[in-house]
Each structure stands twice: as structure tokens, then as C-alpha cells.
């Protein structure tokens, strides 16, 4: 068992600080990429976005740096060995993708022309999740400056996908594949977020994710609602019916199976919801919506955190220009999200949804269901030397005591636990008040730079008081 | 009571044979006109419709011909004088306007080229009702040359507004302002169809209409799914529940007080209904549809013509672009629109409605519900001496006995009723595959040309049998 040298603070500050000004902007730089997995029309951007990934990762000291091309969008991996062959070996997983953004959907200004406005930055991606992937670089390098060392004091890789936002879809195949690559002892996950500005918060848990679209089609054409309408069967009502049917009236999900086996809160992890600020109207101020409504019988957290959900996320069909038309529409479609929680299985919801749906359509409206793909729901073992550690480093940058949370976002942090058997951490900076997915997005940028200091002291910290691979 | 000679059919005849092309040629200079009213981009269009249209029938020989400006689009007025002081004076209705058409809709060629294939004239406006207006004016042309007369046999007036397809918002207070130049006997309604090209009808009856559009508002923006969803209300859900509450598992409408007092069919409707060759799998092939759905305990005719119904013709919320979004959108949109039948109030079930939604939104969702218009039911007085007028000369058109059917799309045939307190007729020649508000729409040359013919003998006939001011 060794020690080594902890970063003082004070060194990690004024080496955050000298560097801040260049750190903003590359990170400006990366934004200006509009990496949009789910649009095949921004494909080469997200190639664009992994090679200016790869290269600054390697300016920044990492020895290798790659590019690794999957069935669909391109991850980048990093790597950085410590030199001391009992360090403890932790992957950084990130994505270099982010969500589609136009300014009609009410972007102030342009989504990948970054803009700094009250010490926030506003662009598509500087909280979910190149802001909290790029702290990792100037942290890495004030943990060297602040110690002295020329290599850190873990073996550090990164993993930094670019299909999260879609899904991904081949993340399972990629990390298979490359499994003798990504050998660790912990994942950290920076694609979190934190409870608020002045309460940071380690997140431990995360949602799974499946998502999918059900297309329906009734007439081969538009119809006059006036000469056939009445008679035939119409697939914007159709589409409707099934969206509405997806809960029942105590907003319960009633696809057959649903809550089978789910994992119920704790007495402990209840308790530790309750310890939080948790103030309704500041909350709805955050989700800029004017009510709370949810699964009966549970409070907002726990509906967030620790219930699964079915979400419509689109829904169209029919005449959308103004004033009206009488039409019996020819197809409509729905874009449907289902949030899971740790005992669902998302195989077996996509299949209870496939026989729900074609039970419930009537004659004469043909459909088709295409999955973008499913993230499994994930929990971090409470007690874990290393989340011990991650709390620490955090509380040094935040001068605070360092609370808990989940997260009701989903990321590909299961598939990390399951393919690499390890425990998986959360280390995020961004807020609610954010915005992920939403116009406007942005990352406070005091967090953002927490962010690099909590990952200049958790490498000492690790190292120091965390030895997976000593008996 | 005088007589006037009758128009010879092989006289009529050749004068339409001679007339064809330039007839058809001037038609399509009027179909190139995009008078879509329902969109404000095309309000100039829907101005140069009517003066194309006012310019024509003043060729035509009408003595007078105006544009009559309304607070929304213009309608035409013309008129041609008798000369005969006993003679009955009929008022033919139509519309100039049409429904929205782009190419990306499914329409082969642009909808405002007009283009002839295979017997037929392909272009938005060639049936509803554009077509169906034109063959008047061959058709008192043919009059005037088989009979030799210089004036028609009846006090003819027409008058074609501009905004049926937008629910005609201006119609009654037109009716109400220029009812001293509207006075007649009867009204004329060219805005229907016929059972099929080889069994002629008369339609005996419209269904009513009244429409909206209800916007939803959830949160301020779209906001992540993850994040939120779950614990908000969300539109798009919010939107799917109204439109598919709008139906029971027996396809009626739930609206409150839908039902009362519609007046039923009677058993010799029924018959009549029942005489004429149905056939299903041909009506789907027509409705472009894969099977028959609608009010329990009613034939497929029922549903169209005497059963009032609830329609969705659009609905809209969150992402629609490729691949998925995981955000609980931040507002949405249904377009409904409710034929009704007679005994129904427009007025009464809008209110209805506005009750209904408001009930049912949870909070946080915030509406607003905007009604395009309303028009009334309209059923024909069986036995009326016009009717049997009309019957015969479209009998001798046709060459064939004549059946009655009713409408299920609807027109201001109930408002021309109740302003001139006059009956309503209906001549259509338009078949139930010419795709109304659909793409590709066309019209029959032939039975164009039946309707010339039809036109042509029709107001000899009127004025030989019926006297409305004798006693």
C-alpha cells in the first residue's frame, strides 16, 4: 500500500486559474461542432467532433488517443498509465454527441455559436455533456502542476461515445469488443448533474432509457372527413388512443407487466431524499412548468428518481398549417420514452409494448414500431471506497458537505457495470436549471470549474485511500 | 302559368360539343388561380379568383356581375334577368376557394397545372368546386341556343363565395346584408356529388360542420424527459387523452348532449338508402381505406349521412424530426372538426366542448380553443316541384333514372335556407373518387359535360312546372 503526494488546493486553484481564459476556449471550439447523432445529416459532424476530441486529448498529454469508429457514430479513447502498477485503473465515460437544436425552438441565439452571459455559457452541449467531458482535461493537468508529477496518480483512460443521445444504440457491441481495452477497476460517469448551485450533490443512480416510434397508416391518402370520415378508421385518432391509454387515471403506466419486479426505495435512500432542499415552486420554476403531476401515491423525487415513466416525446399526424382542414389523415406517428429503474428490463417492455399496441389498433391501420435502442437502469453501491473518495475530492472544491441524489436522465452507465463487472460513480456539475435537451442550454461556469478542481483532487484521493488490487 | 319551349337535347348537345375545348380551356386558366382560403398567404389569390371569375360570367353574357368584398374573402354575385315577370327566380351557390394543396402532400403534378389524363382533369379546385361552378356557364349558353332565347327561361342568380373551405366565417352576414338582391324561389346548391359516373343522384341532404383547433401549453419550453418527465404535465400526453376521450369503444362521441335531438332517419330514407348499389369493398377502394370503422349500430351510408361525427384532423406536439428526442414538449395542438346532422346546434356543442376540455386538463396545462366556423344541416323537403325538375333534367342528361342519396360533407346550403327562407336543392356531378381536399383531385370530363347538360335543360324545366308565385 502507497500514498501519494495530495494536490494542495491552493496550487490547484491558481493553475485552474492561469489556464481558465484558453480552457473556455477550446471548449468553444468543440461546441461550434453541431454533433447530432439522431439526425443522419449531421453524421460527418459527429466524426468532426471525435477527431477534434482525439487531438486535443492528446495536446493535453494523453500518450494515446483514438479514434473508435462503431456500427454508427464514432467514440474517442484516451489513455494515460499512472506508472505505479498498483494504482487503481478508473475509465472516464462521456459523449461527445448532443441533442438536436434549431433557433426556431427558441434559441436566443445560434445552439453551436457558444455565448457567455452572466458567467453562464449558453450552446447545444455545454452541460450534457462536452462541458462536463472537457473539465477533465484542465483537471488532469492541474493535478499535475499542483503535484509534480508527470503522469497521474491513477491509470486514467477516457471513453467518450458519440451516441448517447440517440440511445446508444452500439455502445454494448463497442465496449464487447474492446473490453481487453477498457479494463478498470470504476467507472466515473460525468454526465450527471448536481442538486443545485449552492448544494453539491454525488449522484447514485440513473433511469434507463428505451425509446422508440410507432408509426400508423389508415388511408393511402389524405380523405375528405366530410364524404368518408365517420366511417373508415383514423390514425391521428388511433395514435391518440394509444398515447392516452398509456396511463390510466392515477397516471400509473398501464403497459402489462410494467412494474413487474422493480426495485422499491429503501427506508435509508427515502430518507436521504428527504434531507434535500426540496422546495416545489423553485422547482417548477427549473422544469419552467406551472404543476407537478405524476404516478399516484409518490412524492416529485421519488417520481423522478426512482419511478418509471412513459413519455410522449411527439406526437403528429394530419393538417398542422393554419386555420383548418377536413381531412380523415393518412398516417400519423408517435415518438414514445420509457424511463426505467433498477429490476425493469427493457427487452421485455419492448415486447409487452409490441403486443399492446397490435392488440389495441383496429382493422384497416397498419403500424410499425421501430426501437431507437435501450440504456439499462443503473445503481451505485452505497459505501463503495471509491465513491468515498469522489465525495471527498467534491467537498474539497465546494468548501461544502457533499449530499446524495439520483438522476432521472439515462446514460450507458449499465452497460458499463455489466460489461466491464465494476462499480460505476457519477461525477456531474450541472444543474437542473440547465436545460439539457431544451433551447438555451448552458453550464454555470463557477461549476464547471468546480468540476476541474473535484478532478484534480479525486485522482490523489483515489490513489490514496482506494486499493482494489491489494488484498 | 305559361310554358317556354324546351331546350331539344340533340340541339343542346352540339352546342356543348362545339363549346368543349375553349370551356375546358378557360376552367383550367381558373384552376392555375391557388385560392386557398384558409391560409392568409394566399388572400390575393382568393381576390383574383373572384375577379377572374366576375370578368368570365360578364363574357358569359350575365347583365351583372359583381364582386362582393366580405370581412374575409370576396364572394361574386350575378345575375341574368328572365324578362318574363311570372318566371321563378333560382339562386345557384358555389365556391371559388379551395382547399390547401403542395406537391409534398402526394400530388403527382403541381395541383394549381391543371393536367388531363385518361378522361379526367387533375387540379385542386377541378371538383370542390370550381369545375362544378364553370359548368353554369356553358350551361345557360346551351340554353340560350337550342331554345333561341336571348335571356334565360328563369330569374338566374349565382353566387360563389370565397371562404367554404375556411367554414364560411362571413356567410350568414353577407346573406343578412345583400338579401334584397338575393330575393328567389329556390336555391341551387353546385357543391355536392353524385352516387357514381353510371347511377345519377340527387343528394337530398348535407351534414353540418363546425371546427377548431385547441392549443395546448405545458412547460415554457421543451424540456429534458429524463430530467422531468414523470413529474410534470405534459401536453402532448394532455392533447392524445382529449382526443381519444372524444370516442367510446362503440366510436360514439362523448361530447355532452352530442346526440339530443338529432332528427332520425325515416324508414322509407332508409329504403331509399337501401336501393342503391353498395358496395364495400368498392367504397373502400374509393375512401383510399382498408376497412370500415365507426358508430356501432350503423350501416356505412348511416354513418356518412345521417350520423354526426367527431374528426381528427391534425394533431401536433414535440419533436418530429428523424430518430428520437427525449424531451415532455412544451406545448401541442389537436385540429378537430364535428359534422353534424339535423337537429344539432353548432352553437350548442361548441359550448359544450369548451366545457369538456376545460374539465378534463389537469393543472398546469393551460388551452385555448379557436373555432373556425359553423355550418348548419341541411335536408331538402322530399316532393318539392324543383326537385322533380331537377330529377328529370339530369334524368335526360344522363339518359338514366335518377336516385337520391345525401351528402356527408357540408356546405352553407342551411344558411341560404335560412336567410331566404327559400328550399334548398342540390346538382352535383362530382363522383366520390374525384378526392376532395385530397391529392391529386380531378374531375369526370363526362360527367363535367353531363352537368353542362344538365344545367342547360334545367331551367326550362323549372320554368315549365313550376309557378312558385301563382296561386
Known amino acids: 500500500m502507497r500514498t501519494t503526494p495530495a494536490a494542495p488546493d491552493n496550487a490547484v486553484r491558481t493553475y485552474i486559474e492561469a489556464q481558465r481564459s484558453a480552457f473556455l476556449s477550446d471548449l468553444c471550439d468543440w461546441l461550434r461542432i453541431p454533433s447530432v447523432s439522431a439526425d443522419p445529416g449531421h453524421a460527418e459532424d459527429v466524426h468532426r467532433s471525435a477527431r477534434w476530441l482525439a487531438d486535443t ?19 474517442v479513447f484516451a489513455e494515460w498509465p499512472s506508472g505505479d502498477p498498483d494504482a ?14 434549431t433557433l426556431a425552438d427558441g434559441w436566443h441565439t445560434d445552439p453551436f455559436e457558444p455565448v457567455e452571459r452572466d458567467g453562464r455559457l449558453h450552446a447545444r452541449g455545454a452541460a450534457d455533456d462536452k462541458g462536463q ?19 497521474p496518480a491513477v491509470n486514467l483512460k477516457l471513453l467518450i461515445e458519440g451516441e448517447e443521445e440517440s440511445g446508444s444504440p452500439h455502445f454494448p457491441a463497442l465496449l464487447a469488443q474492446r473490453a481487453s481495452r477498457l479494463g478498470c477497476d470504476a467507472v466515473i460517469v460525468s454526465d450527471t448533474g448536481m442538486w443545485a448551485p449552492d448544494t453539491p450533490t454525488v449522484c447514485t443512480g440513473m433511469r434507463g432509457l428505451t425509446d422508440c416510434q410507432i408509426d ?9 372527413s366530410g364524404s368518408f370520415g365517420g366511417a373508415v378508421p383514423n390514425p391521428a385518432t388511433e395514435a391518440a388512443r394509444l398515447a392516452a391509454a398509456l396511463h390510466d387515471d392515477d397516471r400509473r403506466v398501464t403497459l402489462p407487466g410494467f412494474y413487474d419486479g422493480i426495485v422499491e426505495l429503501t ?6 431524499f428527504a434531507e434535500l432542499p426540496f422546495d416545489e415552486a423553485d422547482w417548477l420554476h427549473t422544469a419552467h412548468s406551472h404543476a407537478t403531476l405524476g404516478e399516484s401515491g409518490h412524492t416529485t423525487l421519488e417520481r423522478l428518481w426512482a419511478r418509471p415513466t412513459a413519455e410522449i416525446n411527439g406526437i403528429s399526424g394530419g393538417y398542422q398549417g393554419p386555420g383548418g382542414k377536413t381531412i380523415v389523415p393518412a398516417k400519423a406517428q408517435l415518438k414514445l420514452s420509457f424511463r426505467l429503474v433498477a429490476g425493469q428490463d427493457a427487452e421485455k417492455i419492448q415486447h409487452s409494448l409490441r403486443d399492446w399496441v397490435a392488440e389495441r389498433l383496429p382493422a384497416g391501420i397498419r403500424h410499425e414500431i421501430t426501437f431507437w435502442g435501450a440504456t439499462r437502469p443503473c445503481l451505485t453501491p452505497l459505501g463503495h471506497p471509491a465513491l468515498r473518495s469522489l465525495t471527498r475530492a467534491m467537498g474539497r472544491a465546494f468548501g461544502q458537505p457533499v449530499r446524495y441524489t439520483r438522476e432521472g436522465g439515462s446514460g450507458p452507465a449499465a452497460d458499463l457495470q455489466d460489461v466491464l463487472d465494476v462499480p460505476v460513480l457519477f461525477l456531474g456539475i450541472s444543474v437542473p ?9 448552458k453550464v454555470e461556469l463557477d461549476l464547471l470549474l468546480k468540476g476541474v478542481e473535484t478532478s484534480a483532487y479525486l485522482w490523489d484521493d483515489l490513489a490514496a485511500h482506494w486499493h482494489p488490487r491489494t488484498a
Chains 1, 2 share one sequence.
Open 267 to 272: 427506508d435509508e435512500e427515502r430518507a436521504l
Open 133 to 151: 467531458v472537457f473539465f477533465h482535461t484542465l483537471g488532469v493537468r492541474a493535478h499535475l502542476a499542483a503535484t509534480g508529477r508527470t503522469a
Open 433 to 441: 436549471s440547465d436545460g439539457w435537451h431544451a433551447p438555451n442550454e
Open 57 to 75: 486529448l492528446r495536446e493535453t498529454g494523453f500518450p494515446v488517443a483514438e479514434i473508435w469508429e462503431t456500427a454508427g457514430a464514432p467514440a
Open 88 to 101: 487503481p485503473t478508473v475509465l472516464v465515460y462521456g459523449h461527445h454527441d448532443v441533442q438536436p437544436a
Open 216 to 224: 400508423l397508416y389508415g388511408p393511402d391518402q389524405d380523405i375528405h
